[in-house]
């Protein structure tokens, strides 16, 4: 089992930054991919940035150049780094992480962004 704590979120106004963090715990050495999805309200959730133990990263078109996923393995902590925050930022973010065969979720953080 692996547990997923997220934390950092909150409001900021258009323009402003957020970073949020994901700390993991439990048997973290099987996890093989760390990332952050967000769900709007009324909207499917989708993917923002993954990251695999290979060190692959993967970026939302909506978010390239603007968002920066990162790590620190030692602390097996993840961390979105969002810059240039619009309205339609605006989401429950959760923290992912995958084995091969079971995907764990973090409880969500509310980013809300203001115009």
């Known amino acids: 089992q692996v547990q997923l704590v997220e934390s950092g979120g909150g409001l900021v106004q258009a323009g402003g930054s957020l970073t949020l963090s994901c700390a993991a715990s439990?048997?973290?050495?099987?996890?093989?991919?760390r990332g952050w999805y967000r769900q709007a309200p009324g909207k499917q959730r989708e993917k923002v940035a993954t990251?695999?133990?290979?060190?692959?990263?993967n970026y939302a078109d909506s978010v390239k150049g603007l968002f920066t996923i990162s790590g620190d393995f030692a602390k097996h902590t993840i961390y979105l780094q969002m810059n240039n925050l619009k309205p339609e930022d605006t989401a429950v973010y959760y923290c992912?992480?995958?084995?091969?065969?079971?995907?764990?979720w973090g409880q969500g953080t509310q980013v809300t962004v203001s115009s």
């Open positions: 439990g048997n973290v050495f099987a996890l093989n991919t």
């Open positions: 990251m695999s133990d290979s060190g692959r990263i």
């Open positions: 992912n992480a995958e084995t091969y065969f079971t995907t764990y």
